[in-house]
Each structure stands twice: as structure tokens, then as C-alpha cells.
């Protein structure tokens, strides 16, 4: 039975009015240069036979779980590639008992890769108060795709959550936006509705450039906080701005507490212009051209925040069908601790604790009660060699890699991480067997490639015969 809230909890202190981060869709990263940092660092030790000692991430994975949905369009879907969905899904793809509330402008409740994973028994439209929260807008719907799009169907495309359920509370009217008062409702409707992940890809607009932080109003986190104790995971976008930094500011619901608020990341690895910054980042996300599903049962690219968000939900709900007795402190720590630090050493205010990894947070799991970044975790890396954080330049040339590997004989993924580059799988991965105590050499090329344009030079791995 569809629960219909019967009156407003709360109404908004502030009066300022939300909008889809759909401001800048389609910017090219180009446009405005991004923090870059000309460093590998937080990976495992490979030795070189000639003059460099060079820190490369080594990832042991077990191939024979590497799982690739059938999904037509999951080719265009290079964000599911750079967060390592398939070999998650080799661990996990999820439960329909897990339910993503998708606090947005609605779902198209016909689409033909959504329909059969929406709750339409408790969807609700806050904006015309009725219990059909279909989209007249786009937006959730691209949203509600990517975290949890019907998965190896043989049709368009793939959602992190896999096997995840959704639930439209829809907010944001045909133009994008909305009131505070129906955001707050829509929180504690979630909490009460049994929503185990929140997703909230929306944020006030700032149009003041003196304005460097737009502060949680208490009405919203007195939502959150009911919503965190009834333990559901709670996910925002950090906000986008006009790509010269111009109107970036700290937002809510991001910088509400309990929030994991996410930054958008390029398919190059870089930090997206136009995602804001700030103390408000927890961590990154794919956000820069994602294709998804859209209204009318059609698909396309749009970019934002709001793109990263879902991805981080859909990892959420993949976190809690594989620990289901695990708090909203232990699914971001699972988040946070196993992300790849993509900037300087620790958090920063643009990447937070960096890049989500879905295999290695469903791998590894909590590091502990509380979420920490990667480099405070102690330990060995997933290959059983130590972790030793390095400071290393690295240039173009040939190397020479010499490994020898701590742990038994398995299949071995080298995954290059190098400065100002696009990540491991633009790169692309090596396999190989590598008995205990054997030796590996592989002698690869380090080149510049001419065809692609970046605000730095843009380098390709070629394994040499």
C-alpha cells in the first residue's frame, strides 16, 4: 500500500530553490584546466632494470569472475570500465531488496531498461502531490540509469546496482527545479519507505559570486539525520559551476552531515571543470559524458555532478546486498578507504578521498567504523606486496619491469596510473600467470599520442614484442 504523506514536516528556513546540475552538460573538460598533479603515488613497488624505481599500482584478480553484462550500449559506458564494475559484479550484482531512492524529477515509468526495477506501489510526485512520479524533465531519469538501469537484459544499458530497485520521489518540476520544503519530505518519506540508499543529484543555484558556501539548513539535516539513523546511505552531488570557478561553492545537501557529497571526474582521469570543490567532497566519481537511459525509452550523454552521484549509489547498493548487517559509517568507509587517491597525498577539496573503486571496496570491504582515506590505511595492497606511498616523476621512454610476486600464482592485472594521464583502463591491461617466487619482465614503451588533446600531454602504453 502506497504510504501518502498526509502533511509537510518542515518547511524550508531558507526559501532557495533546487536545481537539476544541468547548467553545464556537455562542457568540455578543455575549456578550463584542471587540478593536475605530476606525481604517482599509493601504489605498489615495481622494480625496473634500468635507471627508474617506479610506483605501479598491481591489482591480483581472479579473471575467471570478471562478468560483462550483455547490454548493448554498455560499450558507451567507459565510467562502469574506470570504477572496475565487471570485476565487482564478479562478487556481487546486487539484490532487489536493496532499494535506491532517487530523489529527482521522476523516472519514465515505461522505459523500457527501468520499468520492471521501479516501486511504482510507493513512488510519489511532491511537486503535483500525487502517486505517479513520472519524469517530465530528463534528468532523473538519466540519473536513476546509471545506478541502477536493468542489467544484462539485452537491452541499452547497464546499472551499477545490477540487481538493485528504484523508487522515483520526484522533486524537481519540468524546468529543473524545486523547493527545499519538497526535498526535506522527500528524505524522511525514503527513511520510512525502507530506501537503504538515497540519491540526490541536486543542489541550491548559486548565481553570487561573493558566495562561497551555501550552508545545510537545520530543516534539512534534522531529514538527514532521521534518515541516517534509520540507516540508509545518504549520496549528493558537490554542485557543478560555470567552469572558471566563478560560482563554485560549498552546497547542500552535500555538505549536510552523513552526506557523501561527489565530485565528477573525466575519462582521462582528471577532475571535471566544472565540478565544485571544497570541504564538502567525500569522493569522485565518472561524470563527464555518461550515457544513460532517457525519457520517451531513449538514451544519451549528459555530464555533471549529478552523473558521478549514481555512480556512487549503485556502488552503495552492491556495499549492502554484500554486507547487509553493514551501518551507512561502514558502506562509506567501504567507499572511501578503498578509492584511488588521484590527487595529492590524503583528501583534497576536489577529489576528496578520490576516484571510487567498486572491486576493491566490495573486495576489502569497511576498513573500519568510520570512514578514514586511503592513505591511512594500513596494510598490503590486494596483490600481498607492501603499499609504499611514492613521489615519483615519470617520463616518457622504455621500460624494463621486473616483478616478483608475494602471494601465489594468479592472474595478474598492470594497471599503469601515470601522472596527468587518463587511468589504467584507457591504458589498457596486461594479463599474465606469475608463479610464486618466479620473476616477470615486461618491457613496454612509454609514448606520446599525437591524436588526443588534453590541457597535458596525453601518453599510451605499448607492450613491446
Avoid at 526535506?184 to 540526490?200: C, K, Q, R, T
Wanted: charged content about 15%.
Amino acid at each position: 500500500m502506497k504510504v501518502v504523506p498526509q502533511l509537510r514536516r518542515f518547511l524550508s528556513s531558507t526559501g532557495l530553490a533546487l536545481a537539476a546540475l544541468l547548467a553545464l552538460l556537455f562542457l568540455l573538460p578543455s575549456l578550463q584546466p584542471s587540478p593536475t598533479f605530476a606525481s604517482v603515488s599509493s601504489a605498489s613497488l615495481l622494480t625496473t632494470t634500468g635507471t627508474y624505481t617506479v610506483y605501479l599500482p598491481l591489482v591480483m584478480k581472479d579473471f575467471s569472475t570478471v562478468v560483462y553484462p550483455n547490454d548493448p550500449y554498455f560499450g558507451n559506458q567507459w565510467g562502469l570500465s574506470m570504477i572496475d564494475a565487471p570485476h565487482a559484479w564478479g562478487l556481487s550484482r546486487g539484490s532487489s531488496s536493496v532499494l535506491i531512492a532517487v530523489i529527482d524529477s521522476g523516472i519514465d515509468l515505461d522505459h523500457p531498461d527501468l520499468a520492471a526495477k521501479v516501486r511504482a506501489d510507493i513512488d510519489w510526485d511532491f511537486v503535483n502531490d500525487d502517486d505517479v512520479a513520472d519524469d517530465d524533465h530528463g534528468h532523473g531519469t538519466h540519473v536513476a540509469g546509471i545506478a541502477a538501469a536493468a542489467t544484462d537484459n539485452g537491452v541499452g544499458v547497464a546499472g551499477l546496482g545490477w540487481e538493485a530497485t528504484l523508487l522515483p520521489l520526484k522533486v524537481l518540476s519540468s524546468s529543473g527545479s524545486g523547493s527545499s520544503s519538497d526535498l526535506i519530505e522527500a528524505i524522511y518519506y525514503a527513511a520510512d519507505n525502507g530506501a537503504d540508499v538515497l540519491n540526490m543529484s541536486l543542489a541550491p543555484e548559486n548565481r553570487d559570486r561573493d558566495v562561497q558556501s551555501i550552508p545545510c539548513p537545520q530543516t534539512v539535516q534534522e531529514a538527514v539525520d532521521y534518515a541516517y539513523a534509520k540507516g540508509v546511505v545518504l549520496v549528493a552531488a558537490a554542485g557543478n559551476h560555470d567552469g572558471t570557478n566563478t560560482f563554485n561553492a560549498e552546497v547542500f545537501p552535500a555538505n549536510c552531515d552523513h552526506v557523501l557529497g561527489v565530485a565528477a571526474i573525466n575519462s582521462d582521469g582528471s577532475i571535471a571543470s566544472y565540478s565544485n570543490y571544497g570541504g564538502h567532497v567525500s569522493v569522485a566519481a565518472p561524470g563527464t559524458n555518461i550515457y544513460s537511459t532517457w525519457m520517451g525509452g531513449g538514451y544519451g550523454y549528459m555530464s555533471g555532478t549529478s552523473m558521478a552521484t549514481p555512480h556512487v549509489s549503485g556502488l552503495a547498493a552492491l556495499l549492502r546486498a554484500r554486507y547487509p548487517s553493514y551501518t551507512p559509517d561502514q558502506v562509506a568507509s567501504a567507499i572511501l578507504d578503498n578509492a584511488e587517491d588521484i590527487g595529492p597525498a590524503g583528501r583534497d577539496d576536489y577529489a576528496g578521498c578520490g576516484l571510487i573503486d567498486a572491486y576493491r571496496a566490495l573486495l576489502n570491504g569497511a576498513q573500519g567504523a568510520t570512514p578514514i582515506c586511503p592513505e591511512q590505511v594500513s596494510g598490503t595492497s590486494s596483490a600481498g606486496t607492501s603499499a609504499e606511498p611514492a613521489d615519483v616523476p615519470f617520463v616518457p621512454g622504455e621500460l624494463l619491469l621486473s616483478l616478483r610476486p608475494g602471494v601465489e600464482a594468479a592472474e595478474v592485472a598492470l594497471r599503469y596510473r601515470l601522472p596527468l594521464e587518463p587511468v589504467s583502463r584507457a591504458l589498457g591491461i596486461w594479463r599474465m600467470r606469475v608463479p610464486v617466487g618466479d620473476e616477470l619482465t615486461i618491457l613496454s614503451r612509454l609514448q606520446a599520442d599525437p591524436a588526443i588533446e588534453y590541457a597535458h600531454p596525453n601518453y599510451i602504453l605499448t607492450a613491446l614484442p
